[in-house]
């Protein structure tokens, strides 16, 4: 194999292996530059992951479960909206809670479906894609979800940067007094804030269990909903800088089966333990800079707010 196919190959699984971190960390970047802080991301993974998966068998149909498990992350999202902004429970207790729920609803709804295999989306999309050269069979894996994952987060940047809706949203999530006393309807805001990172949880989910992997398992996104969050606060809430950040525990991900390929004699449980490895690493040194954090998280986040305050 060329020099440039070996490159070529390294990129594709990193892209592929950052696509599911990309979707759920813009998610979840929005959800917070509303001034909302939901750590149910894993749980809201998971259950887009089962149901998903769970629809495209039923249904043979690789669209239909992309938008089942989209749907399915909206529902989770929307009870904890109602939670946390209509009944304004603790935001960081409830997205925990919301975690621990939605473990237990994917292993409960997917314990039928463990094993059964589908076909990935990328051959869904290129029937060909078996019989087509080795560097076409590449480029052809990078199936719609890893384009959309190259394409949110500039649309996100665009949204937040140099839209009106965008301008609102980030006011909502630097004041949300000075936001209502404005005229605009924080609650309903930061409602379809969080109804959209939970969409993209949910799509998130999906594409491991359609996409990246083809197959379900219990607990299969295996704490990717958190290291989605980290790369939140890695990107100091920019969506570009998510994507780059998103590309590097992409390449740390896939680091163990490029190093049994190039014959490197690593344990392979240390090389997975590579990613939460470096995402521990990656939040020491953030946080050593407060001034920074300080500077960019949303003045707002994890603040409750009443309209009747």
């Known amino acids: ?159 937040l940067s140099r839209t009106r809706a965008g301008l609102v949203l980030r006011a909502v999530g630097e004041s949300s007094e000075v936001a209502h006393a404005l005229g605009y309807r924080v609650i309903r805001v930061r409602y379809l804030a969080v109804l959209f990172g939970g969409a993209m949880s949910g799509l998130a989910g999906a594409d491991l269990s359609l996409s990246y992997t083809p197959m379900w398992t219990e607990n299969m996104v295996a704490g990717r909903g958190w290291i989605a969050l980290a790369l939140v606060v890695f990107s100091t809430w920019r969506p570009l800088r998510l994507l780059a950040g998103a590309w590097l525990f992409g390449f740390v991900t896939i680091a163990q089966f490029q190093a049994e390929a190039i014959g490197i004699d690593v344990s392979p449980n240390l090389l997975a333990m590579l990613p939460y490895l470096a995402t521990i690493v990656v939040l020491v040194a953030i946080s050593r800079d407060t001034v920074r954090l300080r500077l960019n998280a949303p003045a707002a986040l994890g603040k409750p707010f009443h309209a009747g305050a």
Do not use: C, K
């Open 1 to 159: 194999m060329s020099e440039f196919a070996i490159v070529l190959s390294i990129v594709v699984a990193m892209l592929r292996a950052s696509t599911p971190l990309v979707l759920a960390g813009v998610g979840e970047l929005v959800t917070e530059r509303s001034g909302v802080l939901n750590l149910g991301v894993e749980g809201t993974m998971l259950v887009g992951s089962a149901t998903g998966f769970m629809a495209t068998v039923a249904t043979g149909s690789h669209l239909i479960g992309l938008v089942v498990a989209m749907l399915a992350g909206m529902a989770m999202a929307g009870v904890f909206g109602l939670l946390t902004l209509s009944l304004l429970s603790n935001q960081v207790a409830t997205g925990l809670a919301l975690t621990i729920f939605g473990t237990g609803l994917s292993a409960l709804l997917g314990a039928g479906y463990v094993g059964i295999p589908v076909t990935g989306l990328a051959t869904i999309v290129w029937p060909d894609l078996s019989s087509a050269p080795p560097l076409e069979q590449q480029v052809l894996l990078l199936d719609p979800l890893v384009w959309i994952g190259l394409l949110l987060p500039v649309a996100t940047h665009l949204f």
